[in-house]
């Protein structure tokens, strides 16, 4: 069992629906979460970090952490085409030693926002 | 300020060959991680490095390395190609300020092609 899971998709919405994308892990030592999106043939790009149970929001983004379920999601509001991409969930550990440097990341969901 | 870059961005090489990848953090990170991305593994952490010193280490084998220079620069090799390491090697950098909260930026990758 992989440590952390992400349904792969793909997920298909039209435009301006609200999107949900759902990562479970099973290390309750992971205490960072990042979402990173990632364009066809780019690097991937952070969204957003959170540290703490709860939400964050940025702008059409907000990002839940449930430390006691080991779940986090990432909702995008008013989806557009150029959402369209592969996101990614992400964890890393409590500072030093095999947490240097290192992020756990779930498989990445493929989206599409279609006009 | 410019973000990571990595060099080449494309490289094509045959079985049993040897390859080294470069990568250029943002100015003012010390730390340098890089991940392999495949299609079936998803992203994957191969190893991180500080002041020129590896701190951590995924499950590669030998053949997989990497070094860093005092500049922050950081290459890695592969030796003794298989089929199997075709993939986007990705580079990130962070600026490691020791709390474990730093974010890590990516670079585009280098696709590497072995045939």
């Known amino acids: 069992q992989k440590e952390v899971e992400q349904d792969p998709g793909p997920l298909s919405v039209p435009e301006g629906a609200i999107v949900s994308l759902n990562c479970t892990y099973s290390n309750s030592a992971f205490q960072y979460f990042m979402w990173y999106r990632q364009y066809s043939r780019k690097g991937p790009e952070l969204l957003m970090y959170t540290y703490s149970s709860g939400n964050k929001e940025d702008g059409r983004f907000t990002a839940q952490v449930d430390k006691s379920s080991k779940y986090i999601s990432l909702f995008i509001r008013d989806s557009q085409p150029s959402d369209s991409a592969t996101y990614l969930c992400a964890m890393k550990l409590g500072a030093g030693g095999t947490s240097y440097g290192k992020l756990t990341f779930g498989q990445g969901t493929i989206l599409t926002v279609h006009p | 300020k410019a973000g990571v870059t990595q060099t080449p961005r494309y490289l094509i090489k045959t079985r049993g060959q040897q390859v080294t990848l470069s990568c250029s953090p943002i100015?003012?990170?010390?730390?340098v991680s890089w991940y392999q991305q495949t299609p079936g593994q998803g992203l994957q952490f191969l190893f991180e490095y500080f002041s020129e010193t590896q701190r951590n280490k995924g499950n590669f084998p030998g053949r997989f390395s990497g070094r860093q220079f005092s500049n922050s620069r950081s290459e890695m090799n592969v030796s003794t190609l298989e089929l199997g390491d075709s993939a986007l090697y990705l580079c990130?950098?962070?600026?490691?300020?020791?709390?474990?909260?730093?974010?890590?930026?990516f670079g585009p990758g280098t696709r590497l092609t072995v045939l």
């Open positions: 990130a950098s962070s600026l490691e300020r020791g709390a474990g909260t730093d974010t890590q930026y």
């Open positions: 100015s003012g990170h010390r730390s």
